[in-house]
């Protein structure tokens, strides 16, 4: 059988976290979101997340839904770079900050797509595009024009389910 890769922003939406600024540390409409620091090799680090004001209209963009990857945007450590996570609603109204990128699939299974993106992560793919000096910055923008193997549907499940 062979695959045909396809941009990952044709079958996913891609988008970094929002920026966190001084005027939203607190205020009327305080959220816990997630941040690099909350991601780990073996799933999340859930023991200290923060909040910060979200909006409903800024909430309805950065809102995580079940089903949702984050990969961690940058690092001083190549080694970390890209490193995801698969979010399955673990806290309730939670947003994600500018250290993460979200992908959010439209048709790929989404343990399928983790288990890719913890390849490429350990494996150097994104340290090795990645730019910046001292800190590696993979960058929504590279992530959504990655090349992403897509088997059908069904093989997509039997690899996740193996892995």
């Known amino acids: 059988m062979t695959v045909t890769p396809v941009r990952l ?3 996913a939406d891609v988008r970094l976290g929002r920026q966190r600024s001084p005027k939203d540390h607190d205020g009327p409409t305080m959220r816990p979101y997630v941040r690099a ?11 200290d997340v923060k909040s910060m ?7 309805a963009v950065y809102r995580l839904h079940p089903g949702d990857l984050l990969l961690g945007e940058a690092s001083g450590s190549a080694a970390e770079v890209g ?11 939670c947003a994600f900050q500018n ?5 959010r699939p439209r048709g790929p299974e ?3 797509l983790l288990h890719y993106f913890k390849y490429l ?20 923008e590279t992530l959504a024009s990655w090349m992403v193997p897509r088997p059908r549907i069904e093989e997509q499940r039997r690899i996740a389910a193996v892995l």
Do not use: C, Q
């Open 9 to 11: 922003d044709s079958v």
């Open 37 to 47: 620091a909350n991601v780990g090799w073996d799933g999340w680090k859930l023991d």
């Open 99 to 103: 250290t993460l990128i979200r992908v």
């Open 83 to 93: 490193k995801p996570a698969l979010w399955t609603g673990e806290v309730e109204e």
């Open 121 to 140: 992560a350990s494996t150097g793919k994104f340290a090795a595009r990645s730019r910046g000096a001292g800190i590696n910055h993979l960058g929504s």
């Open 53 to 59: 004001n979200f909006t409903d209209d800024e909430m």
């Open 110 to 112: 989404p343990r399928y």
